[in-house]
């Protein structure tokens, strides 16, 4: 008669234990009613000026200049004009300068992840001289503020023949991005177990197979947290586009919304129809890419 060995559990370290019991606290605060009542509160305050902004852009021009928007409640008038002006083939046509900032975004977002995550992986799991050093100097170029390079780039572009394409724009706002998507991509990729890469190396897979078969899946969240970020930053631009757009056939909406008032600020009631059609595109990304956004500002957050 044989007997069954007995059952051993492996006992939980301090560190472990530790951990488990902030996360346990961390989540019953975030939890409570009085953290709810709070993001509710939050979320109230931030949504407020928006929905004035929609009210507003269904408002005539004379009650948008003469009363606020939340008079609209006691004396409703809508209307359509503002939306007609601000796409009128004749006019303004925010549509044109809508599709340059497509243009101008998608390739900004695109390029700065490629290279950062390359980059971050060469980083976190290759070896060679002056690593340290060179990444402590691409961290460090995220203190310089991107105001004192606009002239001196502006000046190379104007050398390279490069001026008033998109070129300047998606370059300019690579250059920007890229210090910070390293360093964030580094420690997302840095958290990833090495037992993970060993065993890709035993089966015989080069760094080419180990990125795109192994990390790439794994970094989605963070690539999309600050796919989003960069794709906000970008879209909303204004300083970098007025520096670098030098003709309207590249100018972005910021541009022509900056300009929308008219030279005598005659027409600002077509600001509020000009931002909420702007603000369309973000909102619809964000919706569309908020899980993996949660994710990705979670990564990294807990080791172990």
Not at 79 to 85: E, P
Request: glycine share 4%; aromatic share 12%.
């Amino acid at each position: 008669m044989t007997t069954a060995a007995p059952l051993t559990t492996t006992p939980v370290s301090k560190s472990e234990t530790k951990k488990l019991s902030a996360a346990a606290t961390a989540k019953n605060r975030l939890t409570s009613p009085w953290a709810s009542l709070a993001a509710v509160v939050i979320a109230v305050l931030w949504t407020i000026p928006t929905f004035g902004l929609l009210i507003s852009s269904f408002r005539p021009e004379m009650a948008i200049k003469r009363t606020g928007w939340w008079t609209f409640f006691s004396d409703p008038e809508v209307t359509l004009d503002n939306y007609r002006a601000v796409f009128d083939d004749g006019g303004i046509n925010l549509a044109d300068f809508f599709l340059n900032s497509l243009v101008i975004t998608i390739p900004s977002v695109v390029i700065p992840l490629c290279l950062a995550s390359l980059a971050a992986y060469a980083f976190a799991w290759m070896n060679f001289p002056g690593k340290n050093v060179l990444f402590i100097a691409i961290f460090a170029l995220q203190i310089v503020p991107l105001q004192v390079t606009l002239v001196p780039l502006l000046q190379l572009y104007v050398k390279a023949e490069l001026n008033n394409t998109f070129w300047t724009l998606w370059l300019s706002h690579s250059t920007f991005a890229l210090p910070l998507a390293i360093y964030l991509l580094h420690n997302f990729i840095k958290e990833v177990p090495a037992s993970l890469i060993e065993a890709a190396r035993i089966d015989g897979a080069g760094h080419v197979s180990i990125f795109f078969k192994v990390l790439l899946p794994l970094l989605t969240p963070a690539l999309a947290a600050f796919g989003i970020f960069q794709f906000l930053w970008v879209w909303n631009d204004l300083l970098v586009s007025l520096t670098f757009a030098g003709s309207p056939e590249i100018s972005p909406m910021t541009v022509q919304l900056s300009n929308l008032s008219g030279t005598r600020g005659t027409a600002w009631h077509l600001l509020s129809a000009g931002a909420f059609v702007s603000i369309v595109v973000p909102v619809t990304v964000f919706l569309l890419l908020q899980r993996y956004f949660v994710r990705g500002l979670l990564a990294g957050s807990v080791k172990g």
